[in-house]
């Protein structure tokens, strides 16, 4: 049997050993995540060779080889947060109401609209405006040194004020959320002079505001630390290997114990390809599910035929049926 490959595989990881990834357990040989979104995949094998070499032009004589190596890559169209923390050894915190995740929000709000005086008929400068933004700002009101709100008046797209810092005014209801913005120096806790409130308003076409959210669901964060590298799995490959007859044979590799090496590029820009996520997996020894007799790095699996189908034996075709002849 010859057969040739062009197909990818489609790949599970499992536990090797009780995890814990983000805020959900993982057991011994679960599986843990799932790559159906591959561009390419590949297994290579390498090996060390060292000679005795003697005799006239010191040829080659004898051979030894060793230092077997395996390597599993594959390169992923798509990631999700939970394959970064794999490939990365990142660790994955899932936001909760224990653990809220701030998320940094930049919003431009047209003043014409949406920019009202905080008091009717009343200094600006002193009272301040208000202004609405789309999420709720987080405000430390504990920490009053850490400012997380600053507002920058703009004209033609182009940032015309010193930042202003906002500390009171977050309101709830059926205009959303806001925030007060009052003139005050950073330092003294003085109004401004030459670039006070009043006269950025008067120029100014729109407002930017920075700030952060809480987030308590729907969000996750991946914190890569120094201590913390790309863990072992279990792995299993799923393809098709193309005999010469034409027929797709089913076709698995299995790492039993692969170890994800911890470099990635993330590569961003607005031209080119979209970017790729490469696993590069290093094979160790190990037993695999059903033989525990010897230690593999790999094994493959070529299904030559399905077992449970007999679609090659003929069962009965019409001239089976039996024939009168002369009446």
Known sequence: MKFGVREICDVVLKAKANQKIGNKQFYKNEPVIYFDTLKTSSMEGAATTVYAQGGRGNTNLVAWEGERTVTFTMEDALISPEGFMILSGAGLVEASANNKIKQHITQTVDKTKDIVPANTGKDIKTDGLIVPVSYAPYLDNEHKDDDYVYVFFMKDGEIISEPYLAHEGVTTGDTGFSITVKGFDRASGAAYTTNDLENDYAKCDSVMVDYYTERESGAKQIEITADKFGGNYYLEASTLFRNQDGVDMPAEFIIPNCKIQSNFNFTMASSGDPSTFTFTMDAFPDYTRFDHSKKVLAAIQIIE?????????????????????GG
Do not use: L, M, W
């Open 305 to 325: 035929e399905d077992e449970t189908v007999d679609n090659d034996i003929r069962r009965k075709t019409a001239a089976n049926s039996t024939i009168v002849v």
